[in-house]
């Protein structure tokens, strides 16, 4: 099994429509991170969260909110969904205990797409 | 804030022959970490090898190396003997608490 899932892996909604990506982990990582990937841009930091009642804005949190609802579980919310978050999103996962703290394990990707 | 760049969009190379992708950053920091993460068609991001800052010592994983120049800010990665199953973007990143990412390279192994 997987270390790192996310669900749904494929999405189509439509504007304004409220979208929940959600992942887990069972990697015993503490830390978990949201990121965005469009084409030419790579990997963007949209939220992320060091401990259950952690969580911070990255660089492109407009938009967007997310929930840390157990060590494992890390969610990301669109409440109004717009085309220009038609992106590949990646959830993932670091440790802060141990020598490689600042790896990070990245799950499967949810493609959305908001017509 | 950190910037990382990727100078080269696109490369190629042919199959057994040595390829090196480009990448420079920005950091007023002393201490952080560099990675190269490959993804292939399947979009999974897969860990390549990494780089702490600390260390004078560059990184090696089998085929692939790195060049790290800490005053150049700067961090390419090279791989040799290059096979087809390497055709991938590749991205190049650095982390201070802070993951940031560069662009990406599409790598094309050729037969």
């Known amino acids: 099994d997987a270390d790192v899932t996310q669900t749904p892996r494929n999405r189509i909604t439509k504007t304004g429509k409220r979208i929940m990506l959600e992942c887990s982990q069972t990697?015993?990582?503490?830390?978990m991170y949201w990121y965005r990937q469009d084409p030419g841009l790579g990997l963007r930091l949209i939220y992320y969260?060091?401990?259950?009642?952690?969580?911070n804005k990255g660089e492109i949190s407009d938009g967007y909110s997310v929930s840390r609802q157990a060590q494992a579980k890390f969610s990301l919310s669109l409440e109004s969904a717009i085309p220009n978050q038609t992106a590949l999103y990646f959830c993932?996962?670091?440790?802060?205990?141990?020598?490689?703290?600042?790896?990070?394990?990245f799950g499967p990707g949810t493609r959305l797409t908001v017509t | 804030a950190q910037t990382v760049t990727q100078s080269q969009p696109e490369m190629s190379v042919q199959e057994a022959e040595t390829v090196t992708l480009s990448c420079t950053y920005d950091?007023?920091?002393?201490?952080?970490?560099l990675f190269w993460y490959k993804q292939p068609p399947s979009r999974q991001m897969i860990l390549v090898i990494r780089?702490?800052?600390?260390?004078?010592q560059n990184a090696t994983e089998n085929r692939f190396s790195v060049n790290f120049q800490k005053a150049a800010k700067s961090f390419s990665l090279k791989i040799s003997d290059s096979q087809l199953g390497d055709t991938a973007m590749y991205f190049c990143?650095?982390?201070?608490?802070?993951?940031?990412f560069g662009a990406g390279t599409r790598l094309t192994v050729k037969p």
């Open positions: 993932a996962t670091s440790d802060s205990a141990g020598e490689v703290h600042h790896e990070q394990y």
């Open positions: 990697k015993g990582h503490d830390r």
């Open positions: 969260s060091f401990d259950v009642k952690d969580i």
């Open positions: 950091t007023s920091e002393n201490n952080y970490y």
């Open positions: 780089q702490e800052a600390y260390k004078q």
């Open positions: 990143a650095f982390n201070n608490n802070d993951m940031r």
